[in-house]
């Protein structure tokens, strides 16, 4: 499998600020790159996903950013909560529903 | 939505064993579902594609003899973990592929402690 590396491996944030997670990829033929949301003991789940036609995506408080000369792509999480305290993932593929390479998480805590 | 259940949440066996594992879409057909397994603290690692009628593709270094996957209908795939030893302990998570939209949606896990 290609590699996603994702950065930082652990970050914590004051309630309210901006958490930023990045992500780069290798394989240029990825056209999918989705961020996934896990609780401890859950499965995870699809937070927002973005193609390579766009260079940014948000919905509510949750915008990606995606560089495609750099291949690189964040995730935003505006007036961050307590409840988004999670690990986050991202992850690529060559197009949605084949088979997903996945960063290595982020351990997002978010301090009231 | 989309929703993907597991069954158990949790087992506990003992070494030497084998346990089954199901994956059921409950509210769409998927003619693919994937299988990984997520240690501690670690990223989610691909085990195997399970297609519906067909053998699953296995990743390298997955044992296709230890881990058997049977995907009969287009809305359950099982993963039996055979001779069970104490490395097997892990989190299963599958995943399907929506044919309506070709996303993936998770499944909640099984928790697998093989003592």
């Known amino acids: 499998q290609q590699q996603v590396k994702q950065s930082p491996q652990s970050l914590i944030v004051q309630k309210g600020g901006i958490s930023i997670i990045n992500c780069a990829y290798e394989?240029?033929?990825?056209?999918?790159f989705p961020w996934y949301q896990q609780f401890p003991g859950k499965g995870p789940a699809l937070l927002i996903a973005?193609?390579?036609?766009?260079s940014e995506k948000k919905e509510g408080r949750f915008t990606i950013s995606f560089n495609k000369s750099a291949k690189q792509f964040s995730l935003h999480i505006m007036d961050s909560q307590p409840g988004d305290s999670a690990t986050y993932f991202c992850?690529?593929?060559?197009?949605?529903?084949?088979?997903?390479?996945f960063g290595g998480g982020t351990r997002l805590m978010v301090k009231p | 939505g989309a929703v993907v259940s597991q069954h158990p949440s949790w087992v506990i066996c003992k070494s030497g064993t084998s346990v089954k594992i199901e994956c059921r879409s409950l509210?769409?057909?998927?003619?693919?579902m994937f299988w990984y397994r997520q240690f501690p603290k670690q990223s989610l690692m691909l085990m195997a594609t399970s297609n519906e009628g067909s053998k699953a593709t296995y990743e390298q270094g997955v044992e296709k003899d230890k881990f058997l996957i049977n995907h009969a209908s287009l809305t359950l795939s099982t993963l039996t973990v055979t001779s069970a030893h104490p490395e097997d302990s892990s989190f299963y998570i599958c995943?399907?592929?929506?044919?309506?939209?070709?996303?993936?949606?998770f499944g909640p896990g099984t928790r697998l402690t093989v003592t």
């Open positions: 394989n240029t033929a990825f056209d999918y």
């Open positions: 992850a690529a593929s060559g197009n949605a529903g084949n088979m997903l390479t």
């Open positions: 973005i193609r390579p036609d766009v």
């Open positions: 995943s399907a592929l929506s044919g309506s939209n070709n996303e993936q949606y």
């Open positions: 509210d769409f057909q998927a003619t693919t």
